[in-house]
């Protein structure tokens, strides 16, 4: 009798202890779960009826009214109205920039009209970079492409060949632009040299070559646009070192030439830089490493995106139309690099050249392939280039925009074509807008994607500048969900949370039917903002209630939009019995099908029950 | 090779389903989007750049079985390519898509091919060169012969087809399952020289692979 009491008690203690602990680690987990949660969402709860009903949102007159006396509203009850309502279509352009922190609430007209003349200024600026770099970008592939043409109807594609002669293209039409700055009349040269050099790849064609002649003709058309041409110094079909060096040396005088020139006019516009400039100028092989400095000291700044630190920047205008900048791009880009000209050669006579030494094997790097010839020639083309205007992009910087260029170009085109805003005319705006937003962000680049996020605002807004500075704003979040961030990730583990909690009966089955975790068929929802599952009406009240939201309910509130979704569906996905793929292709097919004016209540609701679950813990 | 699905109450019980995860690569704006649309839907739209990766499934009925198509269409720019080598590792066959005018689309499919080549052996996954947009015909910069020639030597199946004009995409489909199939036979015969345990041993190997 007595082990039969022992083995009951022993029993009793054993399921007693498994059930406490058990208690115990889901206690733990709710607690976990719980900590985990509050985090994404505003503690304080705010109603739709208090002061009143807020259901028909941000209406005209109240902001009218708003606009008149900034005192009648606070801000934290238009921001209620617009999270219960929206905002009414008429005044969406003049309330997204207030949602997006271009204006603050609060500001005076003066104030706005302040940050929109700051904004514009900024803008401009950035236009007039980059366009001067696609400038050159444009001249570079002109003449890689008439050396392509050539390569291609000779029959020998040597890949790694034009690879090269490209890489050498941008030390061409870096100091060919920089010629066009140094006056008109050089500009009108130039424009000769391109096109006799496209004459010279084209009778370069019948020559047999072999891989060693095939680098020697490299050389050769590197130095076609220096001038040689005119000069009438270079025969086209002449391969043979001796003629190379003639070249070069005929290269060398007619650039002293030019900067002779160039120094002259300096001396006229700017007194400040005429030493500089001119000291720099008189010996007629510079030192080249110093050039090289300078050369990489220059490719920094624009780099960085900085403006010339000298007040006495001479904008140049650009226009308000930008179909009309565009038309003539290169007259824009001309007089740009003109006008830079003094600033940045004030800079100049600032920067001691020793204090850059060590940066010389970084240049040096960047021309991997030359022979030694050639990196002369480089050296003394970029020091006349940098002594006579000063504005320099990097070859790096040239490449990286270039690539980024083409991208944005491909996608551009084919941003949403059948929305009826979309007219060459705006899609030039969205080119534009993005083009200004990659080269102040170079580093990152353009992403796929990022047109989509852009065009809503471009369409609400219908205004370069303003778009920009919004769009600027918008991607401070955004950026993070696209492949160099990690916020997808965190997005798809706060999914799981809050399926587990609020749904746990979804939950399994995700869990049962394969490997969930990723929660993969969210991830253009988050990347995008719901953009491609939505139509754009609803696109603008989704986005504008999701920037309302960060300030009345939660931070995160795209994860209850997509919460509301998958919940608005749960039945579907449940009797089906879906699996991974299943709910992938389930999505697809229902884009822009959604009823999103109960997905935002839905969401809303979610919010609200999270809110109420963490409240009552 | 492929994950069998044994259909339960069907008369065709007889004859077998293979399902099969097939993944579009290339540049971006080569067509492969369209490519998996012409092919699921048979419709051409302009479609919005791929962003991650978008996914389809086909069916294919033919006389020895019946082959499931699942389909990934990938994001063309490489900033993706994290993101999708998480959905298609263990992919059956690739497309490798470039687009017959632009020569440069041609040298980044000759990469991704390298890529492949690193991940798969030879008898894991059947390639096929596609060379889109033959519409374009009168911007073409890659010569057909072009094409043809590197596929020959590379092993890879090669077809030119537009999208746009509905030209061979269907064959082309048509010919890796044709390919996938074959391999299968060849691989059942093998297995069936070495008895019938290995038989279920080699498939139950190639369910962990494509889940």
Not at chain 1, 320 to 330: I, N
Not at chain 1, 398 to 415: F, G, P, S, W
Not at chain 1, 468 to 482: A, P
Request: aromatic fraction near 10%.
């Amino acid at each position: 009798r007595a082990p039969l009491k022992l083995l009951c008690d022993n029993m009793k203690y054993q399921i007693l202890s498994r059930a406490f602990y058990g208690w115990l680690a889901y206690c733990r987990h709710l607690s976990t779960v719980r900590t985990h949660l509050s985090a994404l969402v505003n503690h304080n709860i705010v109603s739709p009826d208090v002061p009143c009903n807020a259901s028909s949102g941000l209406t005209v007159d109240i902001w009218q009214r708003y606009l008149q006396d900034s005192t009648s509203y606070e801000d934290q009850e238009l921001l209620r109205l617009i999270y219960y309502g929206g905002i009414q279509h008429e005044i969406r352009k003049a309330v997204w920039p207030f949602l997006l922190g271009h204006y603050q609430f609060g500001m005076t007209e003066a104030e706005r009209k302040e940050a929109d003349d700051q904004i514009r200024t900024c803008y401009e600026h950035t236009m007039a970079e980059w366009l001067g770099c696609e400038a050159i970008v444009r001249q570079r592939e002109k003449e890689s492409h008439a050396a392509a043409l050539a390569k291609c109807s000779s029959g020998a594609s040597l890949d790694s060949h034009i690879q090269r002669m490209m890489h050498r293209d941008s030390t061409i039409s870096n100091e060919s632009s920089q010629s066009c700055s140094s006056g008109r009349q050089n500009h009108a040269r130039l424009q000769s040299d391109s096109s006799s050099s496209t004459q010279v790849f084209e009778s370069v064609d019948d020559v047999e070559q072999t891989e060693a002649d095939a680098q020697l003709e490299d050389g050769k058309q590197s130095k076609i646009p220096n001038g040689t041409v005119p000069n009438g110094t270079c025969s086209p079909d002449s391969g043979h070192p001796s003629s190379q060096n003639f070249s070069i040396a005929s290269g060398f005088s007619e650039r002293s030439f030019s900067n002779e020139d160039s120094a002259l006019e300096m001396n006229k516009s700017s007194a400040s830089s005429q030493g500089k400039a001119g000291g720099s100028d008189v010996p007629a092989p510079p030192d080249p490493d110093g050039a090289r400095q300078e050369e990489k000291l220059q490719g920094q700044d624009s780099l960085e995106g900085e403006f010339p630190t000298g007040g006495s920047v001479d904008f140049v205008p650009v226009g308000e139309s930008s179909a009309g900048v565009l038309r003539d791009r290169d007259a824009v880009a001309l007089t740009v690099v003109e006008s830079w000209a003094d600033s940045e050669a004030e800079k100049q006579s600032l920067v001691e050249s020793e204090d850059n030494l060590s940066e010389e094997p970084e240049m040096e790097s960047l021309y991997p392939q030359l022979d030694s010839l050639a990196v002369a020639d480089l050296a003394n083309s970029e020091a006349s280039a940098v002594s006579s205007t000063g504005v320099t992009y990097s070859p790096e910087l040239l490449d990286m925009y270039t690539v980024n260029l083409h991208r944005i170009e491909k996608d551009v085109q084919r941003c949403d074509r059948n929305y009826w805003y979309f007219t060459p005319a705006n899609l030039e705006k969205l080119r534009n807008i993005m083009c200004s937003y990659i080269w102040q962000h170079i580093e990152i680049g353009y992403v796929q994607g990022m047109c989509d996020l852009l065009a809503p605002l471009l369409v609400i807004l219908d205004d370069e500048a303003l778009a920009f500075s919004c769009f600027t704003e918008l991607m401070k979040r955004m950026n993070q969900n696209f492949p160099h961030g990690g916020a997808m990730d965190t997005h798809f583990a706060n999914m799981r949370s809050l399926i587990q909690i609020l749904d746990s009966e979804l939950f399994e089955l995700m869990h049962q039917n394969g490997d969930y975790t990723h929660f993969y068929f969210c991830y253009r929802w988050f990347l995008l903002d719901f953009k491609r599952e939505l139509v754009y009406d609803d696109v603008f009240a989704v986005w504008e209630t999701i920037w309302a939201a960060a300030h009345v309910s939660s931070a995160h509130y795209v994860l209850f939009i997509a919460l509301a979704l998958v919940e608005m569906y749960r039945d579907i996905i449940l009797e089906n019995n879906m699996d991974f793929t299943d709910i992938i292709k389930f999505f697809n097919e229902m884009a822009e099908r959604h009823n999103t004016k109960q997905i935002l209540k839905l969401a809303r609701d979610l919010v609200y029950k999270v809110q109420t679950l963490i409240e009552n813990k | 090779m492929a994950r069998k699905e044994i259909p339960g109450t069907s008369l065709e019980g007889i004859r077998p389903t293979y399902v099969y995860k097939v993944v579009l690569l290339g540049n971006t704006s080569v067509g492969k989007s369209s490519l998996a649309y012409r092919y699921v839907k048979n419709d051409f739209k302009e479609s919005l750049p791929t962003v991650g990766c978008s996914f389809f499934t086909q069916m294919i009925n033919l006389e020895v079985a019946t082959v499931k198509f699942e389909i990934w269409d990938t994001a063309g720019q490489e900033k993706y390519r994290s993101v999708c080598h998480l959905y298609y590792r263990g992919a059956h066959a690739a497309l490798l898509v470039y687009d017959i005018a632009n020569k440069e689309t041609l040298s980044r499919a000759k990469l991704w091919l390298r890529d492949l080549e690193k991940e798969f052996l030879p008898d894991e996954i059947v390639i096929a060169l596609v060379g889109n947009k033959t519409d374009l015909a009168a911007e073409r910069e890659v010569n057909t012969e072009e094409g043809e020639e590197f596929a020959r030597t590379k092993g890879l199946l090669f077809m030119e087809t537009s999208a746009k004009t509905n030209h061979q995409v269907n064959d082309i489909f048509m010919a890796i399952a044709q390919e996938l199939l074959q391999r299968e036979q060849e691989k059942a015969s093998a297995q069936s020289l070495h008895g019938r345990s290995t038989v279920d041993l080699g498939e139950s190997g190639a369910r962990t692979g494509c889940c």
